[in-house]
């Protein structure tokens, strides 16, 4: 019989890779990985994803199935000595896994040690980060991993699952005497985790300890639950890669004008206090999603901002909902930044060439000589503000950079700017 005094967590943690619950797209039983598990075959591979969502028990679950003894370090604590250990074990024995947690945070020398051994296929390397491997695991290590796994948080179904068993289980869970919980407290427990096993099973194991003592076992009711899950099924890391996708669904949800969902990421950000993220976000998306077709919302965007900066939270929700609303349901068009990426690109491209010389700063003795503002016309000596003059440089004569959008205020604008282009065709200017 296992530990009592282990946390249920730990008691529980899958034996075998047909004990996980969830993850089928990573190990299910039509995935490659569990195919090669279940043939004895572990290749070296990378387990990413947000804390309690399994990476630990699916590398022990993975080493247990294939019958190989894994050796568990942690990059932030273990040096040298121990991957040496590691390998000088797969040496004798032949059947080693070597399971580093936290693998980003590997230094040179750690990483000096591991990859000649993974190199030569003595160590088979299983690596778990919270962290975008992409982004943070060394390009050397990266190549030398069969697979990249992404786990993602277990539903609610699953971690009833999960929580079910450990109600059934004597031997390592909960089951030695009955307990009655309804299952709509489960599920309650269920959706505080978040998505996180660990966190469930700590929430089930509270909530037991917690529970009135009957004659028919133990008896957990709806007050216990409410206590036991109190500010609980949130967590938010700003630096983390789960932080940069939430900024981003913040801002396609406003992008393509879907409310509930642009205020349900806004209260994610503001929930974790990331008030100085939101205001920056919310001032890109005035000018990059709504731009010309309302270019009144990047002045109301500005005056949200500042008043969110100076009443701070939890007062600055209110005009930070006020404008995400306003965003969302305005027209949009990206066209401005759209036409100066497409002038930066011939610009980088070299697609530069020589200003006119009617164009040039003639603001210097000498500059008449040079035949610099020679020719220049002023447009506000002529009717309407306009005359007929070219200004792009010759080998640039006739490209547009600009396509207006007929929608919102930007169709006055496109109104505007055709009947220039018609001008200029008619006077001869451009093509």
């Not at 919270?130 to 390009?139: A, G, L, S, Y």
């Amino acid at each position: 019989m296992r530990n009592r005094s282990e946390p249920l967590a730990l008691r529980m943690r899958p034996r075998t890779i047909d004990d996980i619950v969830g993850q089928a797209h990573v190990i299910g039983p039509k995935t490659p990985l569990y195919k090669m598990v279940k043939k004895g075959y572990v290749p070296s591979l990378l387990l990413y994803g947000e804390p309690g969502t399994g990476k630990t028990s699916l590398a022990y679950a993975i080493a247990r199935t294939a019958g190989r003894e894994l050796v568990a370090i942690n990059a932030t604590s273990a040096g040298k000595k121990e991957i040496e250990e590691a390998a000088e074990a797969a040496r004798w024995s032949g059947n080693v896994v070597l399971f580093i947690d936290e693998i980003h945070r590997l230094n040179k020398a750690q990483q000096d040690v591991l990859l000649p051994h993974l190199e030569s296929g003595l160590i088979t390397l299983i690596g778990a980060t919270t962290e975008n491997p992409f982004h943070e695991v060394n390009p050397a290590i990266r190549s030398r991993c069969g697979q990249i796994q992404r786990l993602k948080r277990l539903e609610p179904a699953d971690l009833l699952i999960v929580l079910k068993r450990a109600l059934t289980d004597s031997v390592r869970g909960l089951g030695a005497q009955p307990v009655k919980i309804d299952e709509a407290l489960l599920w309650r427990i269920a959706e505080a985790a978040g998505g996180d096993a660990r966190a469930a099973l700590s929430l089930l194991e509270a909530a037991v300890a917690a529970a009135d003592e009957r004659d028919d076992g133990l008896y957990v009711d709806e007050a216990i639950v409410a206590s036991c899950t109190a500010n609980r099924g949130f967590t938010h890391d700003k630096y983390g890669d789960h932080y940069y996708s939430l900024l981003s669904a913040f801002q396609k949800s406003v992008r393509g004008s879907d409310v509930d969902a642009a205020l349900h990421y806004l209260a994610r950000l503001l929930e974790g206090g990331d008030l100085v993220a939101v205001c920056r976000r919310l001032l890109v998306i005035a000018y990059e999603d709504v731009g010309l077709a309302n270019p009144l919302m990047g002045v109301k965007v500005q005056a949200a901002v500042a008043a969110a900066e100076r009443i701070g939270l939890p007062e600055a929700r209110i005009p930070l909902a006020t404008v995400t609303i306003e965003l969302c349901l305005s027209p949009k068009s990206n066209s401005a930044y759209k036409a100066l990426d497409a002038a930066l690109a011939d610009v980088r491209a070299g697609k530069v060439g020589e200003i006119p010389d009617h164009l040039k700063d003639a603001h210097y003795q000498g500059a008449a000589v040079l035949g610099h503002g020679q020719g220049y016309l002023y447009p506000h000596d002529y009717p309407n503000g306009w005359v007929a003059q070219s200004y792009l440089p010759s080998t640039l004569a006739g490209v547009r950079y600009y396509e207006p959008k007929e929608h919102g205020d930007e169709k006055h604008y496109a109104k505007v700017y055709r009947r220039l282009e018609q001008l200029k065709r008619e006077s001869a200017i451009g093509p």
